[in-house]
């Protein structure tokens, strides 16, 4: 559901546009939307969208599809067929892109269709109850409520990978039809290798397989950096315990994980604990929008200002809402969760380029657990989003999407 208060709508079929526009020597529909970003919807007669947009540039837009600017154009002449404009200006291309996939599932299914396959990010699935791992994505998820599905991951490539790490570090089974069958499978050529004790013939008993998967989901979890972290950390015991045979062995093993690219798993966790804001400019020119995302949807907090004294008072509202439980560890991957999810990660997931700066942020708050190292991301974060930005700059996170 799209809640925004600042919409414009002018429907051209009313006797109160035909009066203003009669007084109006120009003549002109556009004239009366304002030239920033935001999203601009087209409505027929009968009440159907003819096309959904987002643009840097709202009342040029409409100027060009309405064919008001007299410049020549590839694009259809809109005039014809719209009764209806309604333009939703916002402060950020994430903000625009929100609204255009919300309401492109509300009034136009096939650029809905499209917008999630533009958005899709892989997932990794861990299942406790067959002890194996399996690919899958944002658009074709169907996973039960036991099995932990780790995300976002940038490509199934790369989520494979992931798998591939946990298998080689854990040595868990690559043959998951083998392992059903336990301990009565048949052993492949990675137990003669000495890289898997072969649970599934029954050389190591079940149980010990388990805890190693279970070692497995747990690294999973948390993250590849904090993975990262537990073995340099049991490096680093092991050796002062002067067990270097052992610590050879747990450094064979971070090497594993260093080969894992940052930038494509480095924000891939347990996706139903996730706890995520989103801080973006505003439409009001020096603030900036902060926004909740979770099992309901994404929802507007405040804007606050950079020395606004309210700032404080959303920190200490996101504090208890981290630390008042585990609501969000209730989290059902339904379908349109997940494409909301999709949406945030692809913005989330989007680098800076080095000669535009970034005025949208997004923190996983488990990221943050220290109160004081999560405000200053919190603080830095509104600072950027309440710097000026010139009317349709195109940040990085912005890209077009254009209906018709």
Same mark, same amino acid.
């Given at each position: 559901?799209?809640?925004?208060?600042?919409?414009?709508?002018?429907?051209?079929?009313?006797?109160?546009?035909?009066?203003?526009?009669?007084?109006?020597?120009?003549?002109?529909?556009?004239?009366?939307?304002?030239?920033?970003?935001?999203?601009?919807?087209?409505?027929?007669?009968?009440?159907? /969208?003819?096309?959904?947009?987002? /643009?840097?540039?709202?009342?040029?837009?409409?100027?060009?599809?309405?064919?008001?600017?007299?410049?020549?154009?590839?694009?259809?002449?809109?005039?014809?067929?719209?009764?209806?404009?309604?333009?939703?200006?916002?402060?950020?291309?994430?903000?625009?892109?929100?609204?255009?996939?919300?309401?492109?599932?509300?009034?136009?299914?096939?650029?809905?269709?499209?917008?999630?396959?533009?958005?899709?990010?892989?997932?990794?699935?861990?299942?406790?109850?067959?002890?194996?791992?399996?690919?899958?994505?944002?658009?074709?998820?169907?996973?039960?409520?036991?099995?932990?599905?780790?995300?976002?991951?940038?490509?199934?490539?790369?989520?494979?990978?992931?798998?591939?790490?946990?298998?080689?570090?854990?040595?868990?089974?690559?043959?998951?039809?083998?392992?059903?069958?336990?301990?009565?499978?048949?052993?492949?050529?990675?137990?003669?290798?000495?890289?898997?004790?072969?649970?599934?013939?029954?050389?190591?008993?079940?149980?010990?397989?388990?805890?190693?998967?279970?070692?497995?989901?747990?690294?999973?979890?948390?993250?590849?950096?904090?993975?990262?972290?537990?073995?340099?950390?049991?490096?680093?015991?092991?050796?002062?315990?002067?067990?270097?045979?052992?610590?050879?062995?747990?450094?064979?093993?971070?090497?594993?994980?260093?080969?894992?690219?940052?930038?494509?798993?480095?924000?891939?966790?347990?996706?139903?604990?996730?706890?995520?804001?989103?801080?973006?400019?505003?439409?009001?020119?020096?603030?900036?929008?902060?926004?909740?995302?979770?099992?309901?949807?994404?929802?507007?907090?405040?804007?606050?200002?950079?020395?606004?004294?309210?700032?404080?008072?959303?920190?200490?509202?996101?504090?208890?809402?981290?630390?008042?439980?585990?609501?969000?560890?209730?989290?059902?991957?339904?379908?349109?969760?997940?494409?909301?999810?999709?949406?945030?990660?692809?913005?989330?997931? /989007?680098?800076?380029?080095?000669?535009?700066?970034?005025?949208?942020?997004?923190?996983?708050?488990?990221?943050?657990?220290?109160?004081?190292?999560?405000?200053?991301?919190?603080?830095?974060?509104?600072?950027?989003?309440?710097?000026?930005?010139?009317?349709?700059?195109?940040?990085?996170?912005? /890209?077009?999407?254009?209906?018709?």
């Amino acid at each position: 559901m799209v809640e925004h208060a600042r919409t414009i709508t002018v429907d051209l079929q009313s006797e109160e546009f035909e009066c203003t526009i009669k007084q109006d020597t120009h003549e002109r529909v556009s004239c009366f939307f304002p030239n920033t970003r935001g999203v601009v919807e087209m409505i027929s007669q009968n009440g159907s /969208t003819v096309l959904l947009a987002a /643009t840097g540039h709202i009342r040029s837009f409409i100027a060009q599809r309405m064919c008001e600017d007299g410049k020549p154009s590839s694009k259809a002449n809109l005039a014809p067929i719209t009764s209806k404009i309604i333009a939703y200006p916002t402060g950020s291309a994430f903000e625009s892109d929100w609204i255009v996939l919300e309401r492109a599932r509300m009034v136009d299914s096939d650029l809905y269709t499209k917008l999630n396959q533009q958005n899709q990010r892989a997932l990794l699935v861990l299942d406790p109850l067959s002890y194996t791992w399996r690919i899958d994505d944002t658009s074709t998820l169907q996973s039960r409520k036991d099995e932990l599905v780790i995300g976002p991951i940038l490509t199934k490539k790369t989520a494979r990978a992931l798998g591939e790490a946990l298998d080689d570090v854990f040595e868990l089974c690559r043959y998951p039809k083998e392992l059903a069958l336990a301990p009565n499978g048949t052993a492949c050529a990675y137990k003669q290798m000495g890289r898997c004790p072969a649970a599934c013939d029954g050389s190591e008993p079940m149980h010990a397989y388990q805890h190693r998967f279970n070692e497995a989901v747990q690294a999973s979890t948390h993250g590849i950096v904090w993975w990262k972290e537990q073995l340099k950390l049991e490096i680093a015991n092991v050796s002062a315990a002067m067990n270097f045979e052992q610590a050879q062995h747990t450094k064979r093993e971070l090497d594993q994980v260093e080969k894992l690219p940052l930038d494509s798993l480095g924000l891939a966790k347990r996706l139903d604990r996730l706890q995520c804001i989103c801080i973006t400019p505003c439409v009001r020119k020096g603030w900036a929008m902060l926004w909740r995302f979770q099992s309901d949807g994404l929802t507007s907090i405040a804007s606050v200002q950079e020395q606004s004294d309210d700032i404080d008072m959303v920190l200490d509202s996101l504090t208890s809402t981290q630390e008042s439980g585990n609501q969000f560890d209730q989290i059902e991957f339904d379908q349109i969760w997940l494409d909301r999810f999709a949406l945030i990660a692809r913005h989330w997931m /989007t680098k800076p380029t080095r000669a535009k700066r970034r005025h949208v942020t997004i923190l996983d708050l488990r990221d943050l657990s220290q109160e004081k190292r999560r405000n200053q991301r919190i603080y830095r974060a509104i600072a950027d989003a309440c710097v000026p930005v010139d009317p349709g700059h195109e940040d990085e996170e912005h /890209t077009h999407i254009k209906g018709a």
